[in-house]
């Protein structure tokens, strides 16, 4: 069973900056692909990034070059960089990982952009 806990969110004015925090359990941590989604009220579960055990990132086309994703293998800690928010990155933000295509979640941290 892996446990995943968000920290970081919060409220901040368009333009500002927030770091995400999502710290695993697990003795495999390095072997964990790990992301994040956001769901904003009404709307589907979408990608936000994404980070593979080597390394690679992937990011949805609306968050390129704002945000940015990067794990710390010795905290078991993935961290999600957003800058430049805009009032459209309001959503609840969830940590993922997947495991051996088996996926966790966490329990959500809100974002709340003001404009």
């Known amino acids: 069973q892996v446990q995943l806990v968000e920290s970081g969110g919060g409220l901040v004015q368009a333009g500002g900056s927030l770091r995400l925090s999502c710290a695993a359990s697990?003795?495999?941590?390095?072997?964990?692909?790990m992301g994040w989604y956001r769901q904003a009220p009404g709307k589907e579960r979408e990608l936000v990034a994404t980070?593979?055990?080597?390394?690679?990132?992937v990011f949805a086309d609306s968050v390129k070059e704002r945000f940015s994703i990067y794990r710390d293998g010795a905290k078991k800690t993935v961290y999600l960089q957003m800058s430049s928010l805009k009032p459209e990155d309001t959503a609840v933000y969830y940590c993922?990982?997947?495991?051996?295509?088996?996926?966790?979640w966490g329990q959500g941290t809100q974002v709340t952009v003001s404009s």
């Open positions: 697990g003795r495999t941590f390095s072997s964990y692909a």
């Open positions: 993922n990982a997947n495991i051996l295509s088996r996926n966790y």
């Open positions: 980070i593979n055990v080597g390394g690679r990132t």
